[in-house]
Nanobody, 124 residues
Framework: QVQLVESGGGLVQAGGSLRLSCAAS????????MGWFRQAPGKEREFVAA????????VYADSVKGRFSISRDNAKNTGYLQMNSLKPEDTAVYYC?????????????????WGQGTQVTVSS
């Protein structure tokens, strides 16, 4: 099993930056691809970014491409999401997730383990 805990959320003005962290425990984090998803009030959970188990391959939603960067440090069992040039529409609860294979995918149903989420609020 893999347990995930997100941190780093908060309140920021439009144009600002935040870095989210996802700390993993249990079975080796390096054996799992990792993804970030977000859910705004009244909306469905949507894909943000994903990274392969080695960190070589990454996938981004079009809405965040060029602004967000996903990375991981397997020695620390931790994944990251660097968010720059934040917009009010980025406001959501952000979740990290892991899947039991190494390839990054954008489908929510493909992920097996989920964190509790961290709130990101971007003001105008």
């Amino acid at each position: 099993q893999v347990q995930l805990v997100e941190s780093g959320g908060g309140l920021v003005q439009a144009g600002g930056s935040l870095r989210l962290s996802c700390a993993a425990s249990g079975r080796s984090f390096s054996s799992n691809a990792m993804g970030w998803f977000r859910q705004a009030p009244g909306k469905e959970r949507e894909f943000v970014a994903a990274i392969s188990l080695t960190g070589v391959r990454t996938v981004y939603a079009d809405s965040v491409k060029g602004r967000f960067s996903i990375s991981r440090d397997n020695a620390k069992n931790t994944g990251y999401l660097q968010m720059n040039s934040l917009k009010p529409e980025d406001t959501a609860v952000y979740y990290c997730a892991a899947r039991g294979s190494g390839w990054p995918v954008s489908k929510l149903d493909e992920y097996d383990y989920w964190g509790q989420g961290t709130q990101v609020t971007v003001s105008s």
